[in-house]
């Protein structure tokens, strides 16, 4: 993968969101349950190689927005695309293209009866055709970069909640995504195995890997992301580089979130 190109001052660089290949696409997306109004014509653009980070109150849309993106969630107006190709509503086509797109969940969503390599391997040999010896082979390099090799051969529930995320990420790297999301992937995790994750994604941000992460570790946005977005009531209120956004939010809404963030 591409190294990241750094600055002088050592700060990610170098190209502004709009200098970059659009990679994800999201034009005037809307989304309501029932009577709520979840996304409010959310206009986005991921780059290809960015690190976008998504950040707000409770119920501003982020984890919604997140899934929006491989269909998890249907949309009711608008358009997302992926490369250039549209998100098909359903089908064989929706299954392939929403294997370019890799998914990190809350709560790890691994196969309790499959071991840690079965479960990273599953998709690369299901869906990708992969002959199980490759597969196995890239699995237990997946799992030793994300430093979980030694359990390869455990069941999910003999490890930590730290070490099952881990997993999770390394299952998603296994398809080789285009991008990958993350939906607030250490909110169901201790205190302590939140930094081993972090420490996972923090590496992976600065392999070039295209992420769109839903989170409220605000270390972690200042210091991997290319670009924060600041959601609220379905909106993107506000969006800068992790400097600007933390010293000098435009937006009063994003003070005041960052006030009671930085006061307790």
Do not use: W
């Amino acid at each position: 993968m591409l190294r990241r190109v750094t600055t002088p001052e050592g700060g990610a660089t170098g190209r502004t969101p709009t200098s970059r290949e659009p990679l994800v696409v999201m034009s005037g997306v809307d989304k309501h349950f029932g009577d709520l109004h979840v996304l409010k014509g959310v206009d986005l653009v991921v780059g290809r190689g960015e690190v976008l980070v998504v950040i707000g109150p409770s119920g501003s849309g982020k984890s919604t927005l997140c899934r929006t993106i491989n269909r998890l969630e249907s949309i009711d107006g608008g358009s997302i695309t992926i490369d250039g190709a549209e998100l098909p509503a359903e089908g064989k086509e929706l299954a392939r293209l929403r294997s370019d797109v890799g998914m990190v969940f809350q709560s790890f969503n691994l196969f309790a009866h499959k071991t840690v390599l079965e479960n990273v391997t599953l998709g690369p040999t299901k869906v990708r055709g992969v002959k199980k010896a490759d597969a196995d082979r890239r699995g237990r390099e997946l799992l030793e970069r994300v430093g979980v090799g030694h359990q390869a051969d455990k069941y999910p529930a003999q490890l930590s909640g730290g070490q099952q995320q881990r997993v999770a990420i390394a299952r998603a790297l296994a398809m080789e995504p285009k991008v990958i999301l993350f939906d607030e992937p250490t909110s169901a995790l201790d205190p302590e195995m939140i930094s081993e994750v972090l420490d996972v994604m923090t590496d992976l941000a600065t392999s070039g890997m295209t992420m769109v992460v839903v989170t409220h570790e605000m270390g972690f946005a200042r210091k991997a992301a290319d670009r924060v977005v600041f959601m609220a009531d379905g909106e993107l209120v506000e969006q800068a580089d992790p400097e600007t956004f933390f010293t000098a939010p435009r937006s009063p809404r994003a003070q005041d979130f960052l006030s009671k963030i930085f006061t307790h």
